[in-house]
């Protein structure tokens, strides 16, 4: 059965860097949708970046456009966000999504999305 597995959070200050990791085992995704996504407090959870399927074209939510870059290593069955310039606003459990089924260009909402990680946290300190 097919995994994510998401590491790499952690605690930073504000304008500090993180590089998330999310690792897939049980089959490759690299020809498939993936994203990131992440969820607050009380908040829902909401799209962060994405890879479109062909391409690997990106989209990002635009709080973090020019801060966070989306990227992966299709020989590493990985995929990566590394966030930069971050902002206390960002804290939050952050997610790997992935359409196993592959049918999909790309998706900013996670009912696209139908094989998740568990969830890394991410906690920025003003």
């Known amino acids: 059965q097919a995994q994510l597995v998401e590491s790499g959070g952690g605690s930073v200050q504000a304008g500090g860097s993180l590089r998330l ?3 897939a085992s049980g089959r490759s995704f690299s020809n498939c949708a993936m994203a990131w996504f992440r969820q607050a407090p ?3 959870r909401e799209f962060v970046a994405t890879f479109v ?7 990002y939510e635009d ?4 801060r966070f ?3 992966r290593d299709k020989a590493r069955n990985t995929m990566y966000l590394q966030m930069n310039s971050l902002k206390p606003e960002d804290t939050a ?3 790997c999504a992935a359409d196993s089924r592959c049918t999909i ?3 900013r909402v996670s009912r696209a999305y139908d094989s998740w990680g568990q969830g890394t946290q991410v906690t ?3």
């Open 105 to 107: 260009d790309f998706g």
């Open 63 to 66: 709080s973090v456009k020019g």
């Open 42 to 44: 009380g908040k829902e």
């Open 53 to 59: 399927r062909i391409g690997d074209r990106e989209y």
């Open 69 to 71: 870059t989306i990227s």
């Open 124 to 126: 920025v300190s003003s």
């Open 93 to 95: 459990v952050y997610f």
């Open 21 to 23: 990791s999310c690792t």
